[in-house]
Nanobody, 122 residues
Framework: QVRLVESGGGLVQPGGSLRLSCEAS????????MAWYRQVPGKQRELVAR???????DYADSVKGRFTISRDNAKNTVYLQMDSLAPEDTAVYLC????????????????WGQGIQVTVSS
């Protein structure tokens, strides 16, 4: 059974930083593609960042230069370092995984976690 557990969310002031973690189990992590999405009520889910098997990374334009996705295969964990946070980054952040090494944009990932709240407010 594949399980993805997110952690590291919370409340932060504008301009601050947070690091989200997503620990995966039940999946061969080294071959998996991983991604972070975010969801705001009433809005379409947004792909924030993804990291493919070969280490290729890709970001939404809204977070480029501020967010960094990385992975530690030894810990079966993917991270999202979020810097210079702004109120518009407030959302539930969800971790996704797929057994494919490459997931085309627009294709759904196989597995996802429950999500974690990030709130940016003064």
């Amino acid at each position: 059974q594949v399980r993805l557990v997110e952690s590291g969310g919370g409340l932060v002031q504008p301009g601050g930083s947070l690091r989200l973690s997503c620990e995966a189990s039940g999946i061969s992590f080294t071959i998996a593609s991983m991604a972070w999405y975010r969801q705001v009520p009433g809005k379409q889910r947004e792909l924030v960042a993804r990291i493919l098997r070969a280490g290729y990374t890709d970001y939404a334009d809204s977070v480029k230069g501020r967010f960094t996705i990385s992975r530690d295969n030894a810990k079966n964990t993917v991270y999202l370092q979020m810097d210079s946070l702004a109120p518009e980054d407030t959302a539930v952040y969800l971790c996704y995984a797929d057994r494919q090494g490459y997931v085309p944009l627009g294709q759904e990932y196989e597995y996802w976690g429950q999500g974690i709240q990030v709130t940016v407010s003064s």
